[in-house]
């Protein structure tokens, strides 16, 4: 089981967007294991996108993460990464298909709603970065068999 950081971004909240985003990855099977509300400070957000640090486009990224609440989310489930980033859609909204996350609700690069990790090694950095081991909740829901095969 692989698990998978998301991050439902300001633009997501002010849209109130939260629920019918967070349904699709319930509903495709994914298992909720760390939900919480957060206003990410000038120093996460530092954390957060420093892969983008020299980039024209890094000061604005800091921005707009930290302009508003931001719902931090971690999935869990087989190739969660994967499945979560199919569920997202592209990074630019407009090239987005429908029936995914940024094609039915963004037409923006940046305010594209959602963050998700973008490998396994980067899921477990940034899981780490917004969740301490003890929010994260272990559990099995009752219908796992039916969703996963397994």
């Not at 609700?105 to 396994?120: E, K, P, T, Y």
């Amino acid at each position: 089981m692989q698990r998978t950081l998301i991050l439902l971004k300001p633009d997501c909240i002010q849209r109130r967007l939260i629920g019918d985003i967070i349904g699709r990855f319930e509903r495709k099977g994914l298992r909720l294991v760390g939900l919480k509300f957060v206003q990410a400070s000038q120093d996460l957000a530092e954390k957060h996108y420093a892969v983008h640090k020299g980039k024209p486009f890094y000061d604005s990224l800091l921005k707009f993460l930290t302009s508003g609440p931001t719902v931090a989310l971690v999935w869990e489930g087989r190739e969660a990464v994967a499945t979560a980033r199919g569920l997202m859609g592209p990074t630019d909204g407009t090239k987005a298909p429908p029936a995914t996350i940024r094609g039915d609700f963004a037409i923006s690069v940046q305010n594209n709603l959602v963050h998700g990790s973008d490998s396994v090694e980067n899921a477990a950095a940034e899981i780490a970065l917004w969740f301490k081991p003890e929010e994260l909740v272990n559990w099995t829901p009752a219908d796992a068999a039916w969703v996963t095969g397994g």
